[in-house]
């Protein structure tokens, strides 16, 4: 992927936050790699599955940890016309950052913030007859036209009008003065699900909703339902558009949706040993003692915590279910495990009579020679969902966003740079978190 042109971050994305200046020799040894080259690919991978329905990149929860900036940015850059977020926080934090294509907002939003989304040309969510009045209120008193897409619940009990009512809604926002329906759009509960009975009955609760255009001979809006899991599996389910999130960041959470359509990881989580030491026999490893050396072993020490999204639970602790097997890291190419409680900002790792040094490079999330660590593996360990592991990697884990046009050491020494530039005036908060607001999955 070609790279985004440069644009200064947000002031709402602390996700390079630094407590001061700093060049690449001063980075922290703990970060996040993330790869625009793949994403491209997986863009790309995903716009053949479907056909002629648009692809909608879903952003939100700062790109599932890839950076929302960037990957917007990028995005844009790869002709995307569209994509999604969760938040109107997360649509400004975009636009701060120089992105002009088309914003959804798919969750629910309050009432003073409609002001926001006509400001900056944002496209609303509709969930009620009461909501679609609100806009269209705002809209008349700021002058302009609202862009929104009516929200039907098919099936989850989240945000949207019941698909047996869906027709007072469609009914009311013919009646708007100042609001455009561009679309109408519901979300699968169980799209992931070995059977798709219930998913396809939610498809047709929502194809007999949306024939109300049909019945009243009135053009249709944009219809669009599948998230990552229908993407892959439920064709019929594509629509007008679909709306990508994990999927497109290379992670399937379950394994019918990798074998029906293959995407490649675009974020590594790399580390680099700080501390080695020897281990007597008996010596114990880390808070509560949970883990004892039961021979002369070898332990280092790595910079990364449950603070920065590495799980407490991927330690030896009680809150690790020693069925979900041990925890590995990769150094040199060779797997070796996490013993001890993992710490709020250090964890530690077993390496038995191997040979390792300070600054060597420890992959959390990856590849090394044959071995892989993948999201889905953490998630397994620590008792989690893969969508958790990614966005959950915390904002003082620094993103390295790279293609092949420019190394790492390049993107390295860019990205310290862009921190700097920043720094001064970027706040504590942050464009952060998942939740299930939104409608990309």
């Given at each position: 992927m070609t790279e985004a042109p440069a644009a200064r971050l947000p002031e709402t994305d602390?996700?390079?936050?630094?407590?001061?200046p700093i060049?690449?020799?001063?980075?922290?040894?703990?970060?996040?790699?993330?790869?625009?080259?793949?994403l491209d690919r997986n863009l790309a991978?995903?716009?053949?599955?479907?056909?002629?329905?648009?692809?909608v990149p879903v952003v939100k929860a700062n790109a599932y940890g890839h950076g929302i900036a960037h990957v917007g940015l990028a995005l844009a850059a790869a002709g995307v016309a569209c994509v999604a977020v969760a938040y109107v926080e997360e649509a400004l934090a975009l636009r701060a950052a120089g992105v002009t294509i088309d914003i959804h907002v798919l969750g629910g939003a309050v009432e003073r913030q409609i002001p926001l989304f006509l400001a900056h040309n944002l496209i609303l969510t509709a969930p009620s007859i009461d909501k679609l009045r609100q806009i269209d209120e705002a809209a008349i008193a700021a002058g302009t036209t609202a862009r929104a897409h009516l929200k039907i619940?098919?099936?989850?009990?989240?945000?949207?009008?019941?698909?047996y009512n869906a027709d007072k809604l469609f009914a009311e926002s013919l009646r708007c003065r100042s609001v455009r329906v561009e679309g109408v759009f519901s979300h699968f509960a169980n799209a992931d699900a070995p059977d798709l009975s219930d998913a396809r009955t939610q498809l047709d609760r929502f194809n007999e909703a949306v024939s109300f255009y049909e019945r009243h001979s009135l053009p249709t809006p944009v219809r669009h339902m599948a998230a990552s899991a229908a993407i892959a599996r439920l064709p019929e389910a594509h629509l007008d558009r679909v709306r990508p999130g994990i999927l497109l960041y290379g992670v399937a959470p379950k394994p019918e949706i990798a074998a029906?359509?293959?995407?490649?990881?675009?974020?590594?989580?790399?580390?680099?040993?700080?501390?080695?030491?020897?281990?007597?026999?008996?010596?114990?490893v880390g808070y509560g003692s949970t883990w004892t050396a039961d021979r002369q072993t070898r332990v280092?020490?790595?910079?990364?915590?449950?603070?920065?999204?590495?799980?407490?639970?991927?330690?030896?602790?009680?809150?690790?279910?020693p069925g979900q097997g041990p925890t590995d890291v990769l150094i040199d190419g060779v797997r070796h495990r996490v013993v001890g409680n993992v710490c709020m900002d250090q964890t530690m790792v077993d390496i038995g009579d191997a040979s390792a040094y300070n600054g060597d490079r420890v992959t959390l999330i990856g590849s090394q020679g044959s071995e892989r660590?993948?999201?889905?593996?953490?998630?397994?360990?620590?008792?989690?969902?893969p969508y958790e592991v990614l966005t959950g990697i915390s904002l003082r884990v620094p993103r390295v966003h790279r293609s092949e046009a420019e190394p790492l050491g390049e993107a390295v020494a860019r990205a310290a740079r862009e921190r700097s530039e920043q720094e001064r005036e970027a706040p504590v908060d942050a464009v952060n978190g998942g939740g299930e607001s939104g409608a990309g999955h």
């Open positions: 602390a996700s390079q936050m630094r407590l001061g060049d690449a020799s001063q980075m922290r040894p703990t970060w996040c790699d993330i790869d625009l080259d793949a991978a995903i716009r053949r599955h479907v056909g002629e329905a648009e692809v619940d098919t099936g989850m009990e989240r945000i949207g009008v019941h698909h029906a359509l293959p995407t490649e990881p675009v974020l590594s989580w790399h580390s680099e040993i700080v501390y080695f030491k020897v281990v007597p026999p008996g010596a114990s280092i020490t790595l910079p990364v915590g449950y603070a920065d999204g590495y799980a407490r639970s991927l330690g030896t602790g009680p809150a690790h279910d660590v993948t999201v889905t593996d953490l998630a397994d360990w620590s008792g989690r969902s």
